[in-house]
T-cell receptor, first 112, second 115 residues
Framework: GNSVTQMEGPVTLSEEAFLTINCTYT??????LFWYVQYPGEGLQLLLK?????DKGSNKGFEATYRKETTSFHLEKGSVQVSDSAVYFC???????????FGAGTQVVVTP | DTGVSQDPRHKITKRGQNVTFRCDPI?????LYWYRQTLGQGPEFLTY????????KSRLLSDRFSAERPKGSFSTLEIQRTEQGDSAMYLC?????????????FGEGSWLTVV
C-alpha cells in the first residue's frame, strides 16, 4: 500500500541555520507530493507541492524536489527563522478524488 | 475567500455522550474531506464527499461515526457513544476539483476531549 515516511523530530536549529527534513514515499502510479505546515493550535496549511517527477515546489524560502528515482521529496530551507517553528507534514495524493496520505510529521524548533 | 470553517473549535464531553462537529467549506469547493489527527501523528483520512454524495469511508470510521453533507454545502460529523479513544482533532478540508494535484485546504480543526 501507499505510505509516507518522515524523519523523526524534534529537529532543533539555531536561527539562520539550514533545514532539511527527509521524506520518502511508497506508492503505486504517479502520486502528487505535498508539504503541509501546522503551527501550534492550528490546522494545516499547504506549504508547497509537486505533481510530477523532477518538479520543484517552492514557497516562503522552502523548496522540495520530486525525485522519482529515489522516491523522495525532501524539504529544505537555507536560513530558518524563529517563526518557522512548527510541525511539517509530508503527504502524497494518488487517487482521482484528492485524498491525501500523511507522514507522522516532523517538529521543528528554531531558537534565537 | 473565508477559508474552511469548523465549529466548535474545542469540545469536552463525557464518555458515552454524542457530539457533532460542523464544517463549512470554501464556497466554490465541491469536494469535502474529514480527517482525524491524534497527538504526535499525521492526519488520517476518514471520509469524503463530492457535493452531497459520500464517496468513500475509511475503516477508521466505525458505525458510531456518521457524516452528512446535505445539499452539498456544509457537512456534519457525528460521533455517538463517545469513547476515550475518540479524543483527537477532527479536521475538515475542501478542494475545488476531484484531482490529486489540486490543493486541499484545511480548516483549523475541532479538538475533542472525551473524559
Amino acid at each position: 500500500g501507499n505510505s509516507v515516511t518522515q524523519m523523526e523530530g524534534p529537529v532543533t536549529l539555531s536561527e539562520e541555520a539550514f533545514l532539511t527534513i527527509n521524506c520518502t514515499y511508497t506508492a503505486t502510479g504517479y502520486p502528487s507530493l505535498f508539504w503541509y505546515v501546522q503551527y501550534p493550535g492550528e490546522g494545516l496549511q499547504l506549504l508547497l507541492k509537486a505533481t510530477k517527477a523532477d518538479d520543484k515546489g517552492s514557497n516562503k524560502g522552502f523548496e522540495a524536489t520530486y525525485r522519482k528515482e529515489t522516491t523522495s521529496f525532501h524539504l529544505e530551507k537555507g536560513s530558518v527563522q524563529v517563526s518557522d517553528s512548527a510541525v511539517y507534514f509530508c503527504a502524497l495524493g494518488t487517487d482521482s478524488w484528492g485524498k491525501l496520505q500523511f507522514g507522522a510529521g516532523t517538529q521543528v524548533v528554531v531558537t534565537p | 475567500d473565508t477559508g474552511v470553517s469548523q465549529d466548535p473549535r474545542h469540545k469536552i464531553t463525557k464518555r458515552g455522550q454524542n457530539v457533532t462537529f460542523r464544517c463549512d467549506p470554501i464556497s466554490e469547493h465541491n469536494r469535502l474531506y474529514w480527517y482525524r489527527q491524534t497527538l504526535g501523528q499525521g492526519p488520517e483520512f476518514l471520509t469524503y464527499f463530492q457535493n452531497e454524495a459520500q464517496l468513500e469511508k475509511s475503516r477508521l470510521l466505525s458505525d458510531r461515526f456518521s457524516a452528512e453533507r446535505p445539499k452539498g454545502s456544509f457537512s456534519t460529523l457525528e460521533i455517538q457513544r463517545t469513547e476515550q479513544g475518540d479524543s483527537a482533532m477532527y479536521l475538515c478540508a475542501s478542494s475545488p476539483r476531484a484531482r490529486s494535484g489540486n490543493t486541499i485546504y484545511f480548516g483549523e480543526g475541532s479538538w475533542l476531549t472525551v473524559v
